[in-house]
């Protein structure tokens, strides 16, 4: 016959500790694990960034392949860095409202909207640059709580407001402009965001301090989840993406700081001003999506709406700011399209303009179901649009051919997209 054996008085500790009832759990945080698990997540289709990380690789390759006189040479790097970046300005947009599984079809000629504000300010009434830049942030931001409140407070759908949006912007660009009319920017300052570099020495300054912050912000969130007790990754991880992101800034820093000019006698070198603002955007917009309440409630949102309101989180209030938020990138998306061609015309902003930042945020990564994605989806995926388009350019394909193979590429990742979720959902990921 068994019995039950009481404990004494002197076997109980004083302040026992609380019973979370995982305590028997073992997490493997060695690297072998760490790997397993990854393996584990993408054959459950979390992809993550890998495929537009692929991509960028895989195009690199071959395109360096069949120009090799042209494609990797400093002048055409740096001409598709800034080529990428209005483009990705409006995804980084575009990504927060897609997270709220949503749809924007009017931010391109939003862009173009605030652009012409801009630029009017300017060269007919002469005011300074600052002041016509913070107005056409605001005239973004005013244009996004409009489209806003149509979606969330009197709830019409996205699609259908946007598209009309899209339609009515296009009008008041025109308006703003004039009848085949074209605005010049020739503010210094304007034109030289995408047109001017910083110095050599800055430019290594600046790499540096990425870097730096780079590395402080993961070894700091390493050792605050060592000293809390929960899972974090092995360290050799945590170095190993420091070494590869310190490698990668430096490279294409140091492929930045070359002369790139054609004439020897004259020297063009440094990093162009557009790019440390857009890497200060993704850091911004990155802490702000995954370290403030803000961001956990725009994910909470996207992946069940109904969860969230009963969880207390004002839906409306968050859809209404991701579509300002939107519209206030796609502002500045829009200054640096017209510094890029020192110019503004009716149909800024128009065209494929929309169509390349949602296949730009898609191909990064980002879900068009909702509730999945990063800032840092933006820019990869604006990356590989800008080497499809750069690299189909020095090969002399024609135009239909560059749409063709623009448009198969954002089928194969919505494909991709579909499928993960659809293994993500077989799987219980």
């Known amino acids: 016959m068994s019995r039950t054996v009481q404990p004494s008085a002197t076997d109980i500790p004083e302040n026992p500790a609380p019973q979370s009832g995982f305590e028997g759990d073992v997490v493997d ?7 397993r698990g990854y393996v584990n997540r993408v054959r459950g289709g979390d992809l993550g960034a890998l495929p537009a990380v692929a991509g960028i690789v895989v195009l690199a390759i071959l ?22 970046v209005p483009i990705s300005l409006l995804a ?11 749809i924007d079809l009017s931010a391109g000629v939003v862009s173009g909207v605030c652009a012409a504000v801009m630029a009017v300010m300017m060269a007919r009434s002469g005011i300074d640059w600052w002041w016509a830049v913070l107005v056409a942030a605001a005239v973004g931001a005013v244009i996004g709580l409009f ?6 407070v009197v709830r019409i759908p996205s699609f259908v407001v946007t598209l009309a949006l899209f339609l009515g912007w296009q009008g008041v660009t025109l308006r703003i402009v004039g ?46 989840q060592r000293s809390r007790n929960l899972a974090s990754q092995p360290i050799a991880v945590v170095v190993a993406r420091i070494v590869v992101i310190a490698l990668v800034t430096l490279a294409v820093t140091w492929v930045l700081n070359l002369n790139r000019a054609l004439n020897p006698n004259i020297q063009l070198l440094g990093v162009p001003y557009a790019v440390p603002v857009v890497v200060a955007l993704l850091l911004l917009l990155t802490f702000v999506l995954t370290r403030t309440r803000f961001g956990r409630h725009v994910y909470a949102v996207g992946g069940n709406a109904e969860a969230a309101r009963r969880a207390g989180i004002n839906v409306t209030r968050i859809r209404i700011l991701v579509f300002a938020l939107s519209s206030t990138l796609a502002a500045i998306s829009g200054i640096a399209a017209a510094s890029r061609l020192a110019s503004v015309d009716p149909g800024s902003g128009g065209g494929n303009t929309l169509l390349y930042a949602v296949a730009a ?34 090969l002399g394909v024609e135009a239909y051919l560059n749409f063709i193979i623009t448009g198969g590429v954002l ?6 997209d579909a499928l993960a979720r659809r293994r993500a959902a077989a799987t219980g990921h």
């Open 63 to 84: 395109f360096t392949g069949l120009r090799p006189d042209t494609f990797p040479t400093p002048l055409n790097i740096t001409n598709l860095l800034v080529q990428a």
């Open 179 to 224: 009848q085949g009319g074209t605005v010049p920017v020739r503010d210094p300052v304007i034109v030289g965001f995408t047109n001017d570099s910083l110095p050599a020495l800055w430019g290594w300054i600046l790499a540096a301090v990425v870097i730096v912050l780079f590395a402080a912000l993961q070894l700091n969130r390493w050792r605050v």
């Open 29 to 35: 945080d060695s690297v072998g694990g760490y790997l």
């Open 361 to 394: 945020a898609v191909i990064g990564g980002t879900s068009l179901f909702g509730g999945r994605g990063r800032v840092r989806d933006a820019l990869l995926g604006g990356l590989v649009i800008a080497i499809i388009a750069n690299g189909l350019g020095l």
């Open 92 to 102: 980084m947009g575009l990504v927060f409202v897609l997270l709220l599984g949503e």
């Open 411 to 416: 089928l194969l990742a919505a494909s991709v």
């Open 147 to 152: 489209t806003g409140v149509l979606v969330s």
